[in-house]
Nanobody, 122 residues
Framework: QVQLVESGGGLVQAGGSLRLSCAAS????????MGWFRQAPGKEREFVGC????????YYADSVKGRFTISRGNAKNTVALQMNSLKPEDTAVYYC???????????????WGQGTQVTVSS
């Protein structure tokens, strides 16, 4: 079983920055990709970005491209999401996930964290 713990969420003004982190622990398949998703109130969960095991492949949703950056730690079990130029529409609960490959859909991930709230005020 794998445990994922996200951290770094909070309240920030529009135009500001936040850095989310996610750490994976426990036994799982290897190698694995890590992804970020978000869900705003009343909306479906949506893909934000993902990164391959090596860190050499990254994908981003069009809505965050150029503003968000995903990176993977040297130990491979951590992933960060640097969020710059935040907008009120980025407000959501952000979830970290682990899967066998860098997938753009939630069905491509096997394990999920509990989520961390990001609120961007206007």
């Amino acid at each position: 079983q794998v445990q994922l713990v996200e951290s770094g969420g909070g309240l920030v003004q529009a135009g500001g920055s936040l850095r989310l982190s996610c750490a994976a622990s426990g036994r799982t398949f290897s190698p694995y990709a890590m992804g970020w998703f978000r869900q705003a109130p009343g909306k479906e969960r949506e893909f934000v970005g993902c990164i391959s095991w090596s860190g050499g492949i990254t994908y981003y949703a069009d809505s965050v491209k150029g503003r968000f950056t995903i990176s993977r730690g040297n130990a491979k079990n951590t992933v960060a999401l640097q969020m710059n130029s935040l907008k009120p529409e980025d407000t959501a609960v952000y979830y970290c996930a682990v899967g066998r490959g860098p997938a753009l859909h939630g069905t491509g991930y096997d394990y999920w964290g509990q989520g961390t709230q990001v609120t961007v005020s206007s």
